[in-house]
């Protein structure tokens, strides 16, 4: 069964030249799944998760024949309406969080706070229940955590936080922008395992976006590739390595690999015409 389901979207930017098109005719749907975004930066995969979310503000323009959770349209929603979506129904994780933690505001508040905000409970309940997410996240000794500073963690340790704080309202959809990013690969994998267990524990649907081709190769189930703003092929992860279009085809040519060392990486060669393709086109439903 679907969990979110995006026909045709698009986000457009007015600028001094008319209008610029950052996400072009975007559409998939999302079941209780790991799936993938993938692209290089300024392909739109980011915007399209923001989005999802309305989080796109003006002058900045979302059009879509539908962004639907489980059936309901998104666009139809009243801005109050959105923020009971948001959290509650779709969480999201953003890259970095140095620049999504309140850096004033104690951990524990923050976190307690996104419990709060969508459910009636005493302060006491929701201090248990950040524990108990913090718990969740492999963070050892989250009473110490849930007093100290967002400057005063490391920047894994600050993700899993995020991760908890998106977590604790229990959404059924989870987007993760880059959420590993910023991580060295002993903690990335960490942050992935913990992400792995808590949306097979709950049956939850999640968005990775990430410009790292291997790394959702491996973690996601589905991945969609994008460039310049459209889906131009759509593949299940473990077959990414067999994928037919040329861009993604340079993309995993552009990535060194331990199994194949190569004295020189291929340079990604672009063809224009690939912005005006769609998955639908290539055959990648």
Known sequence: ????????????????QGVFEAVRGVSFSLGKERLGIVGESGSGKSMTGRAILRLIRPPGIVEADGIRLEGR???ELSEAEMRKVRGERISMVMQDPKFSLNPVMRVGDQIMEAYLLHNRSSKAEAR???IEMLEAVSIRDPERVLRAYPHEVSGGMGQRIMIAMMLIPDPQILIADEPTSALDV???RQVLGIMDRLVKERGMGLIFISHDLNLVSEFCDRVLIMYAGRIVETCAADKLHEATHPYTQGLLNSLPRLDEPRRHLEVLKRDPAWANETAAEEGGK
């Open 128 to 130: 248990r229940k950040a």
């Open 186 to 188: 002993s903690v990335q």
């Open 73 to 75: 349209n998104l666009l």
């Open 1 to 16: 069964m679907s969990l979110l389901d995006v026909e045709n979207l698009r986000v457009k930017f007015p600028n001094r």
